[in-house]
């Protein structure tokens, strides 16, 4: 129920600034409002809800600072996490769960077409790469942190038309295939145990798509007021 609530507010379902009844939720999912009640609550402790006494929950108005500043955040601890895990020495599990990840990696991008099969097949790998890392560093603090501050660009992300321009641009082969070289990079500082290279490599990284969807937002609202415009 919780996962169910939270995918359509990443997605924009439910926009920003929607009214979240309990009773309409528990008759669309077919559920009591307990559930509901109790999923409003996480979701509201995920900063991704605000609740107003005798009003209720309210899906949370995200702005592009709120995004960057996650990223730097982000860039922050994912670099943490790729130092740590150097300078620990990877298990040889974690070796292989990097290899295998990179290995989906180049079997995605030897596809010639580049649709929304691929898309999805990179996302899905984009994420459990980066859940291993936060496993790797074995730093329970991280986890939960790092799951709240991503969700902020899906939201942004779910902004962009998938037929504007830009959006062509940022889900284009190439913008995933240097993706895709950064992580090889990265495991391997991090396998060589190369602390401080990791760390850098990941900043870097997670700083490069942060101007990635800046730009791609701000590029969408252009979009948005010269529509308005005409």
Not at 44 to 59: K, S, T
Not at 112 to 126: F, H, I, M, S, V
Not at 202 to 208: D, F, S
């Amino acid at each position: 129920m919780i996962a169910a609530i939270r995918e359509r507010i990443l997605d924009g379902e439910f926009a920003p600034g929607a009214h979240l009844h309990e009773a309409a939720l528990a008759a669309k999912f077919g559920v009591s409002r307990t559930p509901i009640r109790d999923a409003l609550r996480i979701l509201g402790n995920e900063d991704l809800l605000i609740y107003h006494p005798n009003r209720g929950y309210f899906v949370r108005a995200v702005e592009l600072s709120d995004v960057l500043d996650s990223y730097d955040v982000r860039g922050a601890l994912e670099g943490l996490a790729c130092r740590t895990a150097a300078e620990n020495g990877l298990s040889d599990a974690h070796v292989e769960g990097f290899k295998g990840l990179l290995a989906r990696g180049d079997e995605i991008f030897l596809s010639p077409t580049w649709g929304a099969t691929e898309q999805a097949a990179w996302r899905e790998l984009n994420s459990e790469f980066h859940l291993l890392l936060l496993e790797a560093a074995h730093n329970r603090h991280l986890g939960p942190i790092m799951r709240q501050i991503r969700f902020f660009p899906r939201i942004f992300d779910s902004r962009l038309e998938p037929t504007s321009d830009f959006f062509q641009e940022v889900h284009t082969r190439n913008q995933r295939l240097r993706s895709h070289h950064d992580h090889i990079h990265i495991v391997d500082a991090m396998i060589r145990r190369e602390g401080a290279r990791a760390e850098a490599l990941m900043r870097e990284h997670v700083y490069a798509n942060r101007e990635l969807l800046r730009q791609g937002i701000e590029a969408a609202e252009r979009e948005g007021e010269d529509r308005q415009a005409k």
